[in-house]
Protein backbone atom coordinates (compact mmCIF):
# COMPACT_ATOMS: atom_id res chain seq x y z
CA UNK A 1 0.00 0.00 0.00
CA UNK A 2 2.74 2.78 1.12
CA UNK A 3 3.66 2.23 -2.65
CA UNK A 4 0.81 2.73 -4.25
CA UNK A 5 0.58 5.61 -2.58
CA UNK A 6 4.34 7.22 -3.05
CA UNK A 7 3.27 6.65 -6.50
CA UNK A 8 0.30 8.51 -6.09
CA UNK A 9 2.34 11.51 -4.36
CA UNK A 10 4.75 11.05 -7.04
CA UNK A 11 2.05 11.40 -10.04
CA UNK A 12 0.18 14.29 -8.25
CA UNK A 13 3.92 16.12 -8.16
CA UNK A 14 5.13 14.88 -11.43
CA UNK A 15 2.04 15.53 -13.84
CA UNK A 16 -0.88 17.04 -11.62
CA UNK A 17 -4.58 16.72 -12.89
CA UNK A 18 -6.60 18.84 -15.50
CA UNK A 19 -7.16 21.46 -12.62
CA UNK A 20 -3.89 21.39 -10.98
CA UNK A 21 -1.82 21.43 -14.18
CA UNK A 22 -1.38 25.36 -13.39
CA UNK A 23 0.48 25.21 -10.43
CA UNK A 24 3.76 23.53 -11.38
CA UNK A 25 5.56 20.63 -9.64
CA UNK A 26 6.60 22.72 -7.08
CA UNK A 27 3.52 23.93 -5.84
CA UNK A 28 2.01 20.44 -6.23
CA UNK A 29 5.02 19.08 -3.90
CA UNK A 30 4.04 22.67 -1.27
CA UNK A 31 0.05 21.49 -0.97
CA UNK A 32 0.83 17.95 -0.28
CA UNK A 33 3.27 19.07 2.31
CA UNK A 34 0.66 21.71 3.40
CA UNK A 35 -1.87 18.89 3.64
CA UNK A 36 0.70 16.71 5.74
CA UNK A 37 1.45 19.72 8.20
CA UNK A 38 -2.44 19.59 8.43
CA UNK A 39 -3.64 16.25 9.04
CA UNK A 40 -0.15 14.74 9.98
CA UNK A 41 0.03 11.88 6.99
CA UNK A 42 -0.19 12.56 3.07
CA UNK A 43 -3.13 11.73 1.66
CA UNK A 44 -4.97 7.79 1.41
CA UNK A 45 -8.38 7.47 0.61
CA UNK A 46 -9.86 8.69 -2.29
CA UNK A 47 -12.01 11.26 -0.23
CA UNK A 48 -8.40 12.73 0.73
CA UNK A 49 -6.95 12.97 -2.98
CA UNK A 50 -10.19 15.04 -3.84
CA UNK A 51 -9.47 17.12 -0.97
CA UNK A 52 -5.99 17.43 -2.30
CA UNK A 53 -7.31 18.71 -5.35
CA UNK A 54 -9.77 20.92 -3.72
CA UNK A 55 -7.05 22.92 -1.77
CA UNK A 56 -5.07 23.04 -5.01
CA UNK A 57 -7.72 25.18 -6.71
CA UNK A 58 -8.49 27.75 -3.51
CA UNK A 59 -10.65 25.58 -1.85
CA UNK A 60 -11.75 24.44 1.56
CA UNK A 61 -11.12 20.32 1.88
CA UNK A 62 -14.13 18.52 3.13
CA UNK A 63 -12.21 16.62 5.28
CA UNK A 64 -11.87 19.63 7.94
CA UNK A 65 -9.08 19.87 11.40
CA UNK A 66 -10.05 21.89 13.93
CA UNK A 67 -6.66 21.40 15.61
CA UNK A 68 -5.07 22.66 12.42
CA UNK A 69 -7.40 25.87 12.81
CA UNK A 70 -6.72 26.60 16.46
CA UNK A 71 -2.90 26.63 15.12
CA UNK A 72 -3.88 28.98 12.67
CA UNK A 73 -5.62 30.86 15.08
CA UNK A 74 -2.35 31.42 17.48
CA UNK A 75 -0.39 32.40 14.59
CA UNK A 76 -3.59 34.67 13.47
CA UNK A 77 -3.26 36.39 16.77
CA UNK A 78 0.86 36.76 16.60
CA UNK A 79 0.41 38.67 13.08
CA UNK A 80 -2.54 40.63 13.47
CA UNK A 81 -2.43 40.89 17.59
CA UNK A 82 -6.11 40.37 18.17
CA UNK A 83 -8.27 37.53 18.09
CA UNK A 84 -9.54 35.99 14.51
CA UNK A 85 -13.43 37.20 13.76
CA UNK A 86 -14.55 33.94 12.64
CA UNK A 87 -17.55 36.13 11.20
CA UNK A 88 -15.27 38.30 9.07
CA UNK A 89 -14.80 37.06 6.27
CA UNK A 90 -11.19 38.00 5.29
CA UNK A 91 -10.39 36.31 8.99
CA UNK A 92 -11.71 33.45 7.88
CA UNK A 93 -9.90 33.41 4.31
CA UNK A 94 -6.54 34.24 6.68
CA UNK A 95 -7.19 31.17 8.76
CA UNK A 96 -7.79 28.62 6.00
CA UNK A 97 -4.71 29.74 4.26
CA UNK A 98 -3.28 29.07 7.19
CA UNK A 99 -4.54 25.82 8.38
CA UNK A 100 -5.09 24.05 4.81
CA UNK A 101 -2.45 25.58 2.90
CA UNK A 102 -4.98 26.96 0.16
CA UNK A 103 -3.43 27.91 -3.33
CA UNK A 104 -5.08 31.30 -4.11
CA UNK A 105 -6.13 31.26 -8.37
CA UNK A 106 -3.80 33.68 -9.43
CA UNK A 107 -0.57 34.62 -7.68
CA UNK A 108 1.08 37.98 -6.60
CA UNK A 109 4.76 38.22 -6.28
CA UNK A 110 4.49 41.79 -4.70
CA UNK A 111 2.09 40.30 -2.37
CA UNK A 112 4.10 37.48 -1.46
CA UNK A 113 7.10 39.50 -1.25
CA UNK A 114 5.45 41.81 1.26
CA UNK A 115 4.01 38.77 3.45
CA UNK A 116 7.49 37.35 3.61
CA UNK A 117 8.86 41.23 4.34
CA UNK A 118 5.75 40.92 7.46
CA UNK A 119 6.56 37.14 8.65
CA UNK A 120 10.49 38.04 8.94
CA UNK A 121 9.44 40.75 10.79
CA UNK A 122 7.19 39.01 13.39
CA UNK A 123 9.20 35.73 13.26
CA UNK A 124 12.88 36.71 12.65
CA UNK A 125 13.54 33.90 10.69
CA UNK A 126 13.24 32.72 7.24
CA UNK A 127 10.07 30.83 6.50
CA UNK A 128 11.17 26.75 6.32
CA UNK A 129 7.93 25.06 7.04
CA UNK A 130 4.86 24.53 5.29
CA UNK A 131 3.08 26.53 7.95
CA UNK A 132 5.63 29.15 7.59
CA UNK A 133 4.51 29.21 4.05
CA UNK A 134 0.80 28.90 4.58
CA UNK A 135 1.25 31.82 7.16
CA UNK A 136 2.65 34.15 3.83
CA UNK A 137 0.19 32.88 1.76
CA UNK A 138 -2.50 34.17 4.38
CA UNK A 139 -0.66 37.82 5.20
CA UNK A 140 -0.69 37.96 0.97
CA UNK A 141 -4.19 37.08 0.04
CA UNK A 142 -6.17 37.25 2.96
CA UNK A 143 -7.20 40.69 3.05
CA UNK A 144 -6.57 41.59 6.83
CA UNK A 145 -5.07 44.48 7.50
CA UNK A 146 -1.66 44.18 9.22
Do not use: C, H
Amino acid sequence: ANDIISGRIRDFINQGTESTAKLGAGERAGVLNSYKSSFGKFPQTQAEWEDIIRISNNQLPLITNSEAEEKAKIEFKKIYQREAEMKNSNDQTAINLMAYGLRPDRRDLDSERAGLRVFVGIYKYLPVSALDWDTIRAIAYSGVNI
